[in-house]
Protein backbone atom coordinates (compact mmCIF):
# COMPACT_ATOMS: atom_id res chain seq x y z
CA UNK A 1 0.00 0.00 0.00
CA UNK A 2 2.97 2.10 1.15
CA UNK A 3 4.69 1.46 -1.90
CA UNK A 4 2.38 1.16 -4.35
CA UNK A 5 0.88 4.85 -3.23
CA UNK A 6 4.31 6.11 -3.47
CA UNK A 7 4.95 4.85 -6.92
CA UNK A 8 2.04 6.54 -8.40
CA UNK A 9 3.32 9.60 -7.03
CA UNK A 10 6.55 9.18 -8.81
CA UNK A 11 4.64 8.44 -11.95
CA UNK A 12 2.49 11.18 -11.69
CA UNK A 13 5.42 13.09 -11.34
CA UNK A 14 7.45 11.55 -14.24
CA UNK A 15 4.31 11.62 -16.39
CA UNK A 16 3.78 15.49 -16.16
CA UNK A 17 7.56 15.69 -17.10
CA UNK A 18 7.65 13.09 -19.84
CA UNK A 19 4.26 14.88 -21.60
CA UNK A 20 6.60 18.07 -21.45
CA UNK A 21 4.47 19.65 -19.32
CA UNK A 22 7.26 20.84 -16.44
CA UNK A 23 9.89 21.40 -19.19
CA UNK A 24 10.79 24.85 -20.78
CA UNK A 25 14.17 26.74 -19.10
CA UNK A 26 16.15 23.90 -17.24
CA UNK A 27 17.26 26.28 -14.25
CA UNK A 28 17.57 24.75 -10.99
CA UNK A 29 13.70 26.14 -9.84
CA UNK A 30 11.96 24.60 -12.67
CA UNK A 31 13.88 21.46 -12.18
CA UNK A 32 13.20 21.79 -8.03
CA UNK A 33 9.46 21.19 -8.79
CA UNK A 34 8.35 18.08 -9.41
CA UNK A 35 11.68 16.87 -7.85
CA UNK A 36 10.26 17.99 -5.06
CA UNK A 37 6.76 16.18 -5.34
CA UNK A 38 8.63 13.61 -6.44
CA UNK A 39 10.47 12.72 -3.27
CA UNK A 40 7.65 13.07 -0.30
CA UNK A 41 7.93 10.11 1.81
CA UNK A 42 3.92 8.77 1.32
CA UNK A 43 4.51 7.61 4.94
CA UNK A 44 1.80 5.63 6.96
CA UNK A 45 -1.62 7.77 7.36
CA UNK A 46 -1.18 8.40 11.07
CA UNK A 47 -3.60 9.41 13.78
CA UNK A 48 -4.31 13.36 14.37
CA UNK A 49 -1.78 15.15 15.58
CA UNK A 50 0.90 12.41 15.48
CA UNK A 51 3.98 13.77 14.43
CA UNK A 52 3.12 17.36 13.61
CA UNK A 53 1.85 20.33 16.36
CA UNK A 54 -1.82 20.52 15.35
CA UNK A 55 -3.47 23.94 14.12
CA UNK A 56 -5.64 25.76 16.19
CA UNK A 57 -8.03 27.31 14.92
CA UNK A 58 -9.31 30.25 17.25
CA UNK A 59 -13.34 30.50 17.56
CA UNK A 60 -13.02 27.34 15.33
CA UNK A 61 -12.54 23.36 15.27
CA UNK A 62 -10.57 21.17 13.72
CA UNK A 63 -12.43 18.35 11.18
CA UNK A 64 -12.11 14.49 12.49
CA UNK A 65 -11.22 11.93 10.72
CA UNK A 66 -10.72 8.10 10.44
CA UNK A 67 -8.38 6.21 8.69
CA UNK A 68 -9.78 3.30 6.39
CA UNK A 69 -6.86 1.19 5.03
CA UNK A 70 -4.95 4.04 4.99
CA UNK A 71 -6.47 6.67 3.69
CA UNK A 72 -7.64 9.52 5.86
CA UNK A 73 -11.28 9.75 5.51
CA UNK A 74 -13.35 12.85 6.03
CA UNK A 75 -16.89 14.29 5.69
CA UNK A 76 -18.01 17.41 4.87
CA UNK A 77 -21.82 18.29 5.33
CA UNK A 78 -22.62 21.44 3.64
CA UNK A 79 -25.68 22.62 5.85
CA UNK A 80 -27.82 26.47 6.64
CA UNK A 81 -26.52 27.20 10.26
CA UNK A 82 -27.59 29.54 12.51
CA UNK A 83 -24.59 31.90 13.04
CA UNK A 84 -23.20 34.45 15.64
CA UNK A 85 -20.24 36.63 14.84
CA UNK A 86 -20.26 37.89 18.22
CA UNK A 87 -22.46 38.48 21.02
CA UNK A 88 -26.27 39.82 19.66
CA UNK A 89 -25.62 39.48 16.42
CA UNK A 90 -26.49 36.38 14.78
CA UNK A 91 -27.11 35.43 11.33
CA UNK A 92 -28.91 32.48 9.49
CA UNK A 93 -25.53 31.59 7.10
CA UNK A 94 -24.36 28.54 5.33
CA UNK A 95 -21.49 26.20 6.31
CA UNK A 96 -20.00 22.74 7.06
CA UNK A 97 -20.73 20.66 9.77
CA UNK A 98 -22.30 23.30 11.73
CA UNK A 99 -19.84 25.83 11.85
CA UNK A 100 -19.29 28.57 10.25
CA UNK A 101 -17.05 28.74 8.51
CA UNK A 102 -15.98 25.46 8.31
CA UNK A 103 -13.62 23.08 10.45
CA UNK A 104 -9.97 23.43 9.60
CA UNK A 105 -8.81 20.12 7.47
CA UNK A 106 -5.41 19.06 8.69
CA UNK A 107 -3.40 16.46 7.26
CA UNK A 108 0.27 15.71 6.19
CA UNK A 109 1.74 15.37 2.96
CA UNK A 110 1.84 12.10 1.14
CA UNK A 111 -1.11 11.44 2.47
CA UNK A 112 -4.13 9.85 0.79
CA UNK A 113 -7.22 11.93 1.93
CA UNK A 114 -10.61 11.36 0.68
CA UNK A 115 -13.08 13.99 1.38
CA UNK A 116 -17.03 13.02 1.51
CA UNK A 117 -19.44 16.01 0.90
CA UNK A 118 -22.91 15.75 1.62
CA UNK A 119 -24.81 18.69 0.79
CA UNK A 120 -28.00 19.29 2.85
CA UNK A 121 -28.40 23.23 1.19
CA UNK A 122 -31.42 23.91 -0.68
CA UNK A 123 -29.26 24.60 -3.98
CA UNK A 124 -26.46 22.69 -5.59
CA UNK A 125 -22.43 23.23 -4.31
CA UNK A 126 -19.28 22.05 -4.99
CA UNK A 127 -16.19 22.20 -3.11
CA UNK A 128 -12.64 23.42 -4.36
CA UNK A 129 -10.00 22.87 -2.67
CA UNK A 130 -8.05 26.42 -2.92
CA UNK A 131 -4.05 25.92 -3.88
CA UNK A 132 -3.82 22.43 -3.57
CA UNK A 133 -1.62 20.36 -5.99
CA UNK A 134 -4.26 17.40 -8.05
CA UNK A 135 -5.80 15.90 -10.02
CA UNK A 136 -8.17 18.39 -12.56
CA UNK A 137 -11.76 16.03 -12.09
CA UNK A 138 -11.04 16.56 -8.28
CA UNK A 139 -10.79 20.43 -8.25
CA UNK A 140 -14.54 20.86 -7.39
CA UNK A 141 -15.46 23.82 -9.81
CA UNK A 142 -18.87 23.37 -10.94
CA UNK A 143 -19.75 22.57 -14.71
CA UNK A 144 -15.55 22.80 -15.21
CA UNK A 145 -14.41 19.70 -13.39
CA UNK A 146 -17.69 17.87 -11.94
CA UNK A 147 -21.44 18.35 -12.32
CA UNK A 148 -22.63 20.19 -8.98
CA UNK A 149 -23.56 18.09 -6.38
CA UNK A 150 -27.88 18.70 -5.65
CA UNK A 151 -29.06 18.85 -2.71
CA UNK A 152 -29.16 15.39 -1.16
CA UNK A 153 -26.53 13.52 -3.27
CA UNK A 154 -22.94 12.77 -1.10
CA UNK A 155 -20.03 13.39 -3.80
CA UNK A 156 -16.25 12.29 -2.73
CA UNK A 157 -13.08 13.53 -3.79
CA UNK A 158 -10.09 11.61 -3.65
CA UNK A 159 -6.60 12.63 -4.12
CA UNK A 160 -2.80 12.00 -2.67
CA UNK A 161 -1.27 15.47 -0.94
CA UNK A 162 1.90 16.34 -2.90
CA UNK A 163 2.95 19.49 -0.84
CA UNK A 164 2.48 21.03 2.57
CA UNK A 165 0.85 24.58 3.41
CA UNK A 166 -1.77 26.80 4.14
CA UNK A 167 -4.34 26.20 1.82
CA UNK A 168 -8.73 26.86 1.88
CA UNK A 169 -11.64 24.75 0.68
CA UNK A 170 -14.77 26.73 -0.42
CA UNK A 171 -17.74 26.67 -2.61
CA UNK A 172 -17.16 26.92 -6.07
CA UNK A 173 -20.58 26.65 -7.50
CA UNK A 174 -22.86 30.07 -7.32
CA UNK A 175 -19.81 31.42 -5.60
CA UNK A 176 -20.86 34.82 -5.18
CA UNK A 177 -23.73 33.60 -3.16
CA UNK A 178 -22.44 30.65 -1.49
CA UNK A 179 -19.24 32.22 -0.35
CA UNK A 180 -20.86 35.56 0.81
CA UNK A 181 -22.99 33.07 3.13
CA UNK A 182 -20.16 31.35 4.79
CA UNK A 183 -19.27 28.18 2.45
CA UNK A 184 -15.52 28.38 3.13
CA UNK A 185 -13.29 26.90 6.06
CA UNK A 186 -8.98 26.28 6.32
CA UNK A 187 -7.01 23.42 4.88
CA UNK A 188 -3.60 23.03 6.86
CA UNK A 189 -0.91 20.37 5.28
CA UNK A 190 1.80 19.67 7.93
CA UNK A 191 5.45 18.45 5.91
CA UNK A 192 5.74 14.49 6.25
CA UNK A 193 9.63 15.67 7.08
CA UNK A 194 10.04 18.56 9.79
CA UNK A 195 11.57 20.95 8.27
CA UNK A 196 12.99 24.13 10.93
CA UNK A 197 11.94 24.73 13.89
CA UNK A 198 8.52 23.49 15.42
CA UNK A 199 6.33 26.22 16.17
CA UNK A 200 4.39 25.76 19.65
CA UNK A 201 1.51 27.72 18.72
CA UNK A 202 0.66 27.40 15.27
CA UNK A 203 -2.66 29.48 14.47
CA UNK A 204 -5.36 29.61 11.27
CA UNK A 205 -7.30 32.56 10.59
CA UNK A 206 -9.81 32.82 8.14
CA UNK A 207 -10.55 36.52 6.46
CA UNK A 208 -13.49 36.72 5.19
CA UNK A 209 -16.56 39.81 5.09
CA UNK A 210 -20.15 40.25 5.05
CA UNK A 211 -22.79 42.63 4.55
CA UNK A 212 -25.45 42.32 7.23
CA UNK A 213 -28.15 45.11 7.24
CA UNK A 214 -28.91 45.95 11.09
CA UNK A 215 -31.34 43.74 12.47
CA UNK A 216 -31.66 41.42 9.31
CA UNK A 217 -31.34 37.99 9.60
CA UNK A 218 -29.43 36.58 6.79
CA UNK A 219 -26.34 37.87 5.29
CA UNK A 220 -27.03 40.14 1.88
CA UNK A 221 -24.74 38.34 -0.88
CA UNK A 222 -25.47 41.08 -3.55
CA UNK A 223 -23.23 43.36 -1.72
CA UNK A 224 -20.13 44.28 -3.49
CA UNK A 225 -18.45 47.27 -1.79
CA UNK A 226 -20.69 48.34 1.29
CA UNK A 227 -19.23 45.29 4.16
CA UNK A 228 -20.14 45.93 7.64
CA UNK A 229 -19.18 42.59 9.29
CA UNK A 230 -15.13 42.31 8.91
CA UNK A 231 -14.40 38.78 10.10
CA UNK A 232 -11.14 36.80 11.48
CA UNK A 233 -12.62 32.84 11.44
CA UNK A 234 -16.35 34.58 10.98
CA UNK A 235 -16.54 35.65 14.53
CA UNK A 236 -16.21 40.13 14.54
CA UNK A 237 -14.56 42.20 17.72
CA UNK A 238 -15.52 41.68 20.52
CA UNK A 239 -16.41 37.88 19.27
CA UNK A 240 -13.09 36.93 18.41
CA UNK A 241 -10.98 34.36 20.68
CA UNK A 242 -7.71 36.00 21.93
CA UNK A 243 -4.44 34.30 20.85
CA UNK A 244 -2.68 33.09 24.04
CA UNK A 245 0.87 32.63 23.57
CA UNK A 246 3.42 32.01 26.87
CA UNK A 247 6.74 34.23 26.59
CA UNK A 248 9.36 32.60 24.75
CA UNK A 249 6.93 30.15 22.28
CA UNK A 250 7.82 30.33 18.63
CA UNK A 251 4.65 31.06 16.90
CA UNK A 252 3.11 30.98 13.41
CA UNK A 253 -0.01 32.51 12.10
CA UNK A 254 -1.70 31.30 8.80
CA UNK A 255 -3.83 33.68 7.66
CA UNK A 256 -6.43 33.00 4.63
CA UNK A 257 -8.20 35.73 2.53
CA UNK A 258 -11.63 34.72 1.11
CA UNK A 259 -13.36 37.73 0.81
CA UNK A 260 -15.71 38.60 -1.99
CA UNK A 261 -13.46 41.90 -2.88
CA UNK A 262 -11.01 43.50 -0.29
CA UNK A 263 -7.45 42.38 0.42
CA UNK A 264 -6.91 42.73 4.14
CA UNK A 265 -3.54 44.29 5.11
CA UNK A 266 -3.10 42.16 8.85
CA UNK A 267 -1.05 44.28 11.37
CA UNK A 268 0.78 42.92 14.95
CA UNK A 269 1.59 45.25 17.19
CA UNK A 270 5.00 44.76 19.61
CA UNK A 271 6.57 42.04 16.95
CA UNK A 272 8.52 42.02 13.71
CA UNK A 273 7.23 38.64 11.92
CA UNK A 274 9.16 37.07 8.50
CA UNK A 275 6.44 36.10 6.55
CA UNK A 276 7.49 32.20 5.57
CA UNK A 277 4.77 31.24 3.07
CA UNK A 278 2.18 31.50 0.83
CA UNK A 279 -0.47 29.19 -0.65
CA UNK A 280 2.12 28.65 -3.70
CA UNK A 281 4.66 27.67 -0.94
CA UNK A 282 7.47 28.18 1.67
CA UNK A 283 9.33 31.23 0.65
CA UNK A 284 13.09 30.46 0.50
CA UNK A 285 14.33 31.66 4.03
CA UNK A 286 16.98 33.95 1.44
CA UNK A 287 13.83 35.52 0.01
CA UNK A 288 11.88 35.78 3.57
CA UNK A 289 11.54 39.66 5.37
CA UNK A 290 11.00 41.36 7.97
CA UNK A 291 7.24 43.56 8.74
CA UNK A 292 4.76 44.28 11.46
CA UNK A 293 2.00 44.05 8.51
CA UNK A 294 0.61 40.99 5.94
CA UNK A 295 -1.40 42.02 3.14
CA UNK A 296 -3.36 39.07 2.58
CA UNK A 297 -4.88 39.14 -0.70
CA UNK A 298 -8.25 37.31 -1.54
CA UNK A 299 -7.81 33.95 -2.22
CA UNK A 300 -4.47 34.11 -0.76
CA UNK A 301 -3.12 32.55 2.20
CA UNK A 302 0.13 34.25 4.03
CA UNK A 303 1.96 32.65 7.02
CA UNK A 304 3.83 34.58 9.56
CA UNK A 305 6.23 33.40 12.20
CA UNK A 306 7.69 34.98 15.29
CA UNK A 307 9.36 34.47 18.66
CA UNK A 308 6.82 35.99 21.62
CA UNK A 309 9.34 37.79 23.52
CA UNK A 310 7.64 41.03 24.46
CA UNK A 311 5.10 40.11 27.05
CA UNK A 312 1.68 42.23 26.95
CA UNK A 313 -2.13 42.58 25.31
CA UNK A 314 -1.16 43.12 21.47
CA UNK A 315 -3.84 44.24 18.92
CA UNK A 316 -3.89 42.13 16.18
CA UNK A 317 -6.04 44.03 13.51
CA UNK A 318 -6.52 44.97 9.89
CA UNK A 319 -5.49 47.95 9.33
CA UNK A 320 -8.10 49.30 6.82
CA UNK A 321 -9.92 51.59 9.36
CA UNK A 322 -13.46 50.68 7.94
CA UNK A 323 -12.54 47.03 8.68
CA UNK A 324 -12.40 47.47 12.33
CA UNK A 325 -15.73 48.77 12.69
CA UNK A 326 -18.96 46.91 13.09
CA UNK A 327 -22.69 47.09 10.66
CA UNK A 328 -20.61 50.83 10.09
CA UNK A 329 -23.71 52.95 8.30
CA UNK A 330 -21.41 54.09 5.27
CA UNK A 331 -24.55 56.50 3.80
CA UNK A 332 -24.26 58.79 7.05
CA UNK A 333 -23.71 62.88 6.86
CA UNK A 334 -20.53 64.02 7.70
CA UNK A 335 -21.49 65.30 11.74
CA UNK A 336 -17.66 66.15 12.65
CA UNK A 337 -17.90 69.62 13.93
CA UNK A 338 -21.36 70.53 14.20
CA UNK A 339 -22.59 72.09 16.76
CA UNK A 340 -25.91 70.21 17.45
CA UNK A 341 -27.34 71.71 21.21
CA UNK A 342 -29.92 73.77 18.95
CA UNK A 343 -31.42 70.72 17.39
CA UNK A 344 -30.98 68.76 20.49
CA UNK A 345 -33.51 70.56 21.67
CA UNK A 346 -35.47 71.19 19.47
CA UNK A 347 -35.19 67.40 18.05
CA UNK A 348 -35.93 66.43 22.25
CA UNK A 349 -39.35 67.65 22.61
CA UNK A 350 -41.01 65.17 20.40
CA UNK A 351 -37.94 62.58 20.86
CA UNK A 352 -37.35 63.02 24.85
CA UNK A 353 -33.87 60.61 24.28
CA UNK A 354 -32.58 61.96 21.32
CA UNK A 355 -29.35 62.80 20.95
CA UNK A 356 -26.81 63.98 17.75
CA UNK A 357 -23.93 61.54 17.27
CA UNK A 358 -21.06 61.69 15.67
CA UNK A 359 -20.16 65.44 15.71
CA UNK A 360 -16.63 64.12 17.61
CA UNK A 361 -16.59 61.18 15.78
CA UNK A 362 -17.39 57.60 16.05
CA UNK A 363 -15.41 56.70 19.35
CA UNK A 364 -18.21 57.36 21.84
CA UNK A 365 -20.93 55.52 20.07
CA UNK A 366 -20.53 51.49 21.24
CA UNK A 367 -20.47 52.95 24.63
CA UNK A 368 -23.35 55.03 24.97
CA UNK A 369 -25.04 51.98 23.21
CA UNK A 370 -24.35 49.52 25.78
CA UNK A 371 -25.35 51.96 28.48
CA UNK A 372 -28.31 52.10 26.68
CA UNK A 373 -28.50 56.15 25.75
CA UNK A 374 -29.31 55.05 22.10
CA UNK A 375 -31.67 52.70 20.65
CA UNK A 376 -30.72 50.29 18.02
CA UNK A 377 -32.24 47.64 16.30
CA UNK A 378 -32.53 44.29 17.83
CA UNK A 379 -29.96 41.98 16.40
CA UNK A 380 -27.20 44.39 15.37
CA UNK A 381 -23.47 45.59 16.50
CA UNK A 382 -22.42 49.01 17.34
CA UNK A 383 -20.06 50.19 15.27
CA UNK A 384 -17.33 49.92 17.83
CA UNK A 385 -15.45 47.55 20.17
CA UNK A 386 -16.08 46.79 23.75
CA UNK A 387 -14.84 47.84 27.52
CA UNK A 388 -10.75 47.41 27.34
CA UNK A 389 -9.27 47.09 30.68
CA UNK A 390 -8.13 51.10 30.53
CA UNK A 391 -10.83 52.47 28.40
CA UNK A 392 -13.21 51.87 25.62
CA UNK A 393 -11.81 49.88 22.85
CA UNK A 394 -12.87 51.52 19.90
CA UNK A 395 -12.14 48.99 17.45
CA UNK A 396 -14.88 46.07 16.13
CA UNK A 397 -14.08 44.20 13.24
CA UNK A 398 -11.37 42.48 11.95
CA UNK A 399 -9.56 42.77 15.28
CA UNK A 400 -8.16 40.43 17.94
CA UNK A 401 -5.65 40.56 20.28
CA UNK A 402 -2.18 38.19 21.24
CA UNK A 403 -1.79 37.82 24.86
CA UNK A 404 1.34 36.51 25.76
CA UNK A 405 2.09 36.04 29.03
CA UNK A 406 4.78 34.05 31.20
CA UNK A 407 2.09 32.02 32.90
CA UNK A 408 -1.28 30.62 30.76
CA UNK A 409 -3.60 29.38 33.04
CA UNK A 410 -3.35 25.24 32.44
CA UNK A 411 -7.12 24.81 31.33
CA UNK A 412 -6.32 27.23 28.59
CA UNK A 413 -8.47 29.80 29.71
CA UNK A 414 -8.50 33.35 29.03
CA UNK A 415 -5.83 34.74 31.05
CA UNK A 416 -7.26 38.51 31.39
CA UNK A 417 -5.87 41.42 30.62
CA UNK A 418 -2.17 42.27 30.96
CA UNK A 419 -0.81 43.99 34.01
CA UNK A 420 2.19 46.34 32.87
CA UNK A 421 4.85 46.64 35.23
CA UNK A 422 4.87 49.62 37.35
CA UNK A 423 6.69 52.61 34.98
CA UNK A 424 5.75 50.77 31.90
CA UNK A 425 2.57 52.74 31.11
CA UNK A 426 1.72 55.99 29.36
CA UNK A 427 -0.78 57.93 31.94
CA UNK A 428 -1.29 62.01 32.39
CA UNK A 429 1.98 64.00 32.57
CA UNK A 430 2.92 65.84 35.91
CA UNK A 431 3.49 69.52 36.06
CA UNK A 432 6.78 68.72 37.39
CA UNK A 433 7.51 66.75 34.18
CA UNK A 434 6.36 69.32 31.75
CA UNK A 435 8.51 72.27 33.28
CA UNK A 436 11.31 70.09 34.01
CA UNK A 437 11.64 69.41 30.35
CA UNK A 438 10.30 73.00 29.09
CA UNK A 439 6.68 71.43 27.72
CA UNK A 440 4.75 74.49 27.73
CA UNK A 441 0.53 73.41 27.48
CU1 LIG B 1 -9.38 44.57 5.94
Redesign the pocket.
Known sequence: MKLSRRNALLGGATGLAAAGLISGQANAQTQAWPAHSATIPAGPAQPPGRGYRPVVTPNGATLPFRIVDGVKVFHLIAEEVEHEFAPGLNATCWGYNGRVHGPTIEAVEGDRVRVYVTNRLPAPTTVHWHGVILPSGMDGVGGLSQRSIHPGETFVYEWTLVQHGTFMYHSHHDEMTQMALGLMGMLVVHPRRRRGPQPDRDFAIL?S?WYLPAGASRPDPNAMSDFNI?TMNARCYPGTEPLLVRRGERVRIRFGNL?AM????IHLHGYAFRITETDGGEIPASAQHPDTTVLVPTGSTRTVEFVADNAGDWAMH???TH?VMNQMGHGLPNLTGVNARRIDRAVGQVLPTYMTMGQDGMGEMGRHIGMGHMDVPDNSLPMVGAEGPHDYITMGG?FTILKVRDQLPADGSDPGWYDPPEGTMARAARTDELRRDGIDV
Not at 262 to 265: I, L, T
Request: proline share 8%.
Open positions: LELSDHHPCHMHM
